[in-house]
């Protein structure tokens, strides 16, 4: 596996225990750069497994993460994990159930990261206060 770039779990119901082996696995494949976790029935238990790998992950680019469960405090715990990546690009969270204080965590955390050039939160009901 020290050869995988890219890992498609697209559409199936990994849920958060699921995704707690993938984030396992994430912290010991140093190839991939593109991890796909669109809609997986993931929550906020697992939004937090893959925050903790991404502390110290050098590979990844892009991870998406739309149409899970995520709400605010998964949101709050996966972008903690991203303080201090330089790596990852694109963050698609687009159809969780982030909303405003959720919004407001990810500004908050991300506010130094200068590596993030698209960032997807549609349909997470984020009103004004989020925006």
Do not use: C, S
Request: hydrophobic content about 40%; cysteine-free; overall charge positive.
């Amino acid at each position: 596996m020290q050869t995988l770039t890219k890992l498609n779990l697209e559409r199936n119901l990994i849920g958060n225990v699921g995704v707690k082996h993938v984030a396992r696995g994430l912290r010991n494949i140093k190839t991939l750069t593109t991890l796909n976790l669109a809609p997986n029935e993931i929550g906020d238990v697992g939004a937090q497994h893959i925050g903790n790998a991404l502390q110290n992950n050098t590979t990844l680019t892009t991870l998406r993460f739309d149409g899970n469960q995520i709400g605010a405090v998964g949101a709050q715990r996966l972008v903690e994990g991203l303080r201090n990546n330089t790596t990852l690009t694109i963050l698609d969270l687009g159809g969780n159930r982030i909303r405003d204080v959720g919004a407001q965590h990810i500004a908050n955390a991300l506010r130094n990261n200068t590596t993030l050039t698209a960032v997807d939160l549609r349909e997470n009901q984020i009103g004004d206060v989020g925006a």
